[in-house]
């Protein structure tokens, strides 16, 4: 495996079920990304982790807890989510925490019912 | 007002036409990017740039500082190069995201 992985591709879940997406880099990174796009909306970063840390926070709901236990793995765990919450979430990674280029996962499509 | 704004929305251009996407930005930043999004959803980060600018292949992105303004160009249009182009002002990897300028490119 190369680049960003994320698993599922597709998940569709109720609103009393809990889930999580995983994300994997295989590019000796250090910074990781879960970022989410609803449709016709802009790109909106939710988490962003350096070093296993979590810096960044973006006033995200706590229906959504995120967690990365090395550098190369994050997962998002999804509880008790909303219909509004259905979209495509993309994970990134990037050499640290600074500004850096970073490279994408291919997504996973959340539908909730 | 969104904090960075991109023009045209839609653009469909003839195969071999240059193409010009602008984004305009209002936050302070670090670097700018411009991201490439297939149908599909997988995102391609096509360049990161900070000052002046930069080519890659048929794809040239210029930045100008002090007007907040950055353009992604593309020279010779094919219609693989069909997809949704983001810019994303970036203020240390908090980074703030254009709406996306879908551009389809007619054979």
């Known amino acids: 495996e190369t680049g960003v992985t994320q698993t599922p591709r597709h998940l569709v879940m109720g609103m009393t079920n809990k889930k999580s997406l995983k994300c994997e880099q295989h590019l000796g990174h250090n910074a990781m990304y879960w970022y989410k796009q609803s449709a016709k909306k802009p790109l909106e970063l939710m988490f962003v982790?350096?070093?296993?840390?979590?810096?960044e926070n973006n006033s995200v709901p706590s229906r959504f807890s995120p967690e990365c236990p090395n550098s190369s793995h994050l997962f998002l765990h999804l509880h008790t989510l909303q219909p509004e919450d259905s979209a495509l979430y993309l994970c990134?990674?990037?050499?640290?925490?600074?500004?850096?280029?970073?490279?994408f996962g291919p997504g996973t499509r959340l539908t909730v019912l | 007002k969104n904090e960075v704004e991109q023009s045209p929305q839609n653009l469909t251009a003839q195969e071999g036409e240059f193409i010009t996407i602008n984004c305009s930005y209002s936050?302070?930043?670090?670097?700018l990017h411009w991201l490439q999004q297939h149908p599909g959803g997988g995102i391609v980060s096509l360049f990161m740039?900070?000052?002046g600018k930069k080519k890659h292949g048929r794809l040239i992105a210029t930045i100008n500082i002090q007007e907040k303004h950055s353009s992604l160009h593309i020279t010779a249009s094919h219609p693989r190069d069909s997809a949704v182009y983001i810019c994303?002002?970036?203020?240390?990897?908090?980074?703030?995201f254009g709406a996306g300028t879908r551009l389809t490119v007619k054979p």
């Open positions: 990134a990674s990037s050499q640290d925490g600074t500004s850096n280029e970073q490279f």
């Open positions: 994303a002002a970036d203020n240390n990897n908090d980074m703030r």
């Open positions: 936050v302070g930043i670090s670097a």
């Open positions: 982790y350096s070093l296993e840390e979590r810096v």
């Open positions: 740039l900070s000052s």
